[in-house]
Nanobody, 115 residues
Framework: QVQLVESGGGLVQAGGSLRLSCAAAGSIDPIAAMGWYRQVPGKQREVVATITSGGTTNYADFVKGRFTISRDIAKNTLYLQMDSLKPEDTAVYYC?????????WGQGTQVTVSS
C-alpha cells in the first residue's frame, strides 16, 4: 500500500510563508507524478501545482510566482513552498501521487491565512 502524509500547515498572516511537506511511504516505486491540490468547503478540489518524475512542473495561474513545488527523491518527500500568501489561499491542502496507474491522496493539512 501507499501512504502519503502531509505536514507544515498552520496559521500565517497575509504576506507570510509556509512550506508544506508530503512524505510518501510504502510501495511507491515508481512514482509517475505528484501534485498539490487544495479545497475549501463547498467548492471542488483544485490543482495547485504538479511535478512529473522527470521534474517538469506546472502551476495554477493563481499561484505562479508565489508557490514552488519540489521533490526530494531520496527522501520520498514532496514540498510546496508558499510565499506571499493571501487570505484566498486559505484551504485544506492535499498531496497526491500517481503510482502504477493509481492515484493516491494524503489526508490533507489546513492552511489559514489571516488578513
Amino acid at each position: 500500500q501507499v501512504q502519503l502524509v502531509e505536514s507544515g500547515g498552520g496559521l500565517v498572516q497575509a504576506g507570510g510563508s509556509l512550506r508544506l511537506s508530503c512524505a510518501a511511504a510504502g510501495s511507491i516505486d515508481p512514482i509517475a507524478a505528484m501534485g498539490w491540490y487544495r479545497q475549501v468547503p463547498g467548492k471542488q478540489r483544485e490543482v495547485v501545482a504538479t511535478i512529473t518524475s522527470g521534474g517538469t512542473t506546472n502551476y495554477a495561474d493563481f499561484v505562479k510566482g508565489r508557490f514552488t513545488i519540489s521533490r526530494d527523491i531520496a527522501k520520498n518527500t514532496l514540498y510546496l513552498q508558499m510565499d506571499s500568501l493571501k487570505p484566498e489561499d486559505t484551504a485544506v491542502y492535499y498531496c497526491n501521487a500517481f503510482i502504477r496507474l493509481t492515484l493516491y491522496w494524503g489526508q490533507g493539512t489546513q492552511v489559514t491565512v489571516s488578513s
